[in-house]
T-cell receptor
Framework: AQSVSQHNHHVILSEAASLELGCNYS??????LFWYVQYPGQHLQLLLK??????LVKGIKGFEAEFIKSKFSFNLRKPSVQWSDTAEYFC????????????FGRGTSLIVHP | GAGVSQSPSNKVTEKGKDVELRCDPI?????LYWYRQSLGQGLEFLIY????????KSGLPSDRFSAERTGGSVSTLTIQRTQQEDSAVYLC?????????????FGNGTRLTVT
């Protein structure tokens, strides 16, 4: 079974600071990788995903993530955060075959001060 | 279009009572998932339905938990003889298919409080 680790549980930044949230997974096979975001009072929604091709993927609102297979990592980045990026961020992994059931990390709470 | 709808949004129940949580997925989505989120924890997988296949129940924490999906659409998660540790936000999600990184579309969840 796969597992996902998000090392930063709480991150506090000022506007315009750069962001990098770590995500590591353990699984022996090919995977699909996701970042989901939950803004205050809203439901979880997809931020970006990777399933093949260019390991650097771009998502909504200026976010990007890089899949480094050798490190089993899929870190989320944004060069300059905004107050509106305050949210909970979840990394998820699903096997490319079999059940495809995504496994989620514990989430990272990001607070951006104006 | 309409997203995933869950009801009720909040449920307070006494320990030992049964509860039913409902999920109405996006029309045409063949895959349906139930997760729960406890305070400070990630999303814990509970059960997965894919089309007419037998559900994957591997995440259900005990036999007090069950779920069904009628007509390939609406799903109900039932918790019998609720315990305080069942308090959590129960999330339902649907997706178009299970392959090729098909993303999940989540509902707003049902916050269950067992007193």
């Amino acid at each position: 079974a796969q597992s996902v680790s998000q090392h930063n549980h709480h991150v506090i930044l000022s506007e315009a600071a750069s962001l990098e949230l770590g995500c590591n997974y353990s699984y022996g096979g090919t995977v699909n990788l996701f970042w989901y975001v939950q803004y205050p009072g809203q439901h979880l929604q997809l931020l970006l995903k990777y399933f093949s091709g260019d390991p650097l993927v771009k998502g909504i609102k200026g976010f990007e993530a890089e899949f480094i297979k050798s490190k089993f990592s899929f870190n989320l980045r944004k060069p300059s955060v905004q107050w509106s990026d305050t949210a909970e961020y979840f990394c998820a992994v699903s096997p490319s075959g079999g059940s495809y059931i995504p496994t989620f990390g514990r989430g990272t709470s990001l607070i951006v001060h104006p | 279009g309409a997203g995933v709808s869950q009801s009720p949004s909040n449920k307070v129940t006494e320990k030992g009572k049964d509860v039913e949580l409902r999920c109405d997925p996006i029309s045409g989505h063949t895959a349906l998932y139930w997760y729960r989120q406890s305070l400070g924890q990630g999303l814990e997988f509970l059960i997965y339905f894919q089309g007419n296949s037998a559900p994957d129940k591997s995440g259900l924490p005990s036999d007090r938990f069950s779920a069904e999906r009628t007509g390939g659409s609406v799903s109900t998660l039932t918790i019998q003889r609720t315990q305080q540790e069942d308090s959590a936000v129960y999330l339902c999600a649907s997706s178009q298919s299970r392959g090729r990184g098909s993303p999940l579309h989540f509902g707003n969840g049902t916050r269950l409080t067992v007193t």
